[in-house]
């Protein structure tokens, strides 16, 4: 299995609704990533986990909360969101966040809106 | 301060002749760079990647060459195909944060008939 899914593929919000994002993947790896993308833009990182851990927020705001629950799941829990936050939600993951030389592999993405 | 760029937004190429896309770097402490290729609406798909110890990678139709004292990569396809028309995005990481990749801006290939 070479793949990272994402559910859903697509997703509609009220500004205070609260929702979730979900990524899996069955490669082994020990490292996930939330991105997020804008039209025409390229992809943002937002938050790295490396073996269950959070080692990397870039500064996001606190209405998005990652959260990682075992090796192969990655969450991403939205909460009072603004309209500017309608994107392309990316998660990616690679065999290790502690070594140089190693791939991402990317979701096909969530697609937000925020209303 | 855009530290990966690629400076052509969009290409066109004929069907069987190269595309070659180009990126430039200004952090001199890359060391691993990758291509990746995306369709509209999904997600980045890995194709082709180069470390610094190396000039060139070659898998299949792609190729990868890096030129560190310029600071420049480029990718060539050779035959280009309609079905390589997708953004392509370069991006790099470094040893000190192998987590982080940055990302250029990306460039639209158009293979046309």
């Known amino acids: 299995d070479t793949e990272v899914t994402q559910t859903p593929k697509h997703l509609v919000m009220g500004m205070t609704n609260k929702k979730s994002l979900k990524c899996e993947q069955h490669m082994g790896h020990r490292a996930m990533y939330w991105y997020k993308q804008k039209a025409k833009k390229p992809p943002e990182l937002m938050f790295v986990y490396s073996y269950e851990k959070l080692s990397i927020n870039e500064s996001v705001p606190s209405r998005f909360s990652p959260e990682c629950p075992n090796s192969s799941l990655l969450n991403l829990h939205l909460h009072a969101l603004q309209p500017e936050d309608s994107a392309l939600y990316l998660c990616?993951?690679?065999?290790?966040?502690?070594?140089?030389?190693?791939?991402?592999?990317f979701g096909p993405g969530t697609r937000l809106t925020v209303l | 301060d855009q530290q990966v760029k690629q400076n052509s937004p969009s290409l066109s190429v004929q069907e069987g002749r190269i595309s070659i896309l180009n990126c430039d770097y200004t952090n001199s402490m890359f060391d691993y760079f990758l291509w990746y290729k995306k369709y509209p609406a999904e997600g980045p798909t890995f194709l082709i990647s180069i470390s610094s110890i190396k000039d060139k990678n070659e898998d299949g139709r792609f190729t990868v060459f890096l030129n560190k004292s310029a600071k420049h990569l480029s990718l060539h396809i050779v035959p280009s195909q309609p079905g390589d028309s997708a953004v392509y995005f370069c991006a790099a990481s470094h040893t000190g944060t192998a987590s982080k990749l940055t990302f250029g801006t990306g460039t639209r290939l158009q293979v046309t008939l």
């Open positions: 990616a993951s690679t065999s290790r966040a502690d070594r140089s030389y190693n791939e991402q592999f």
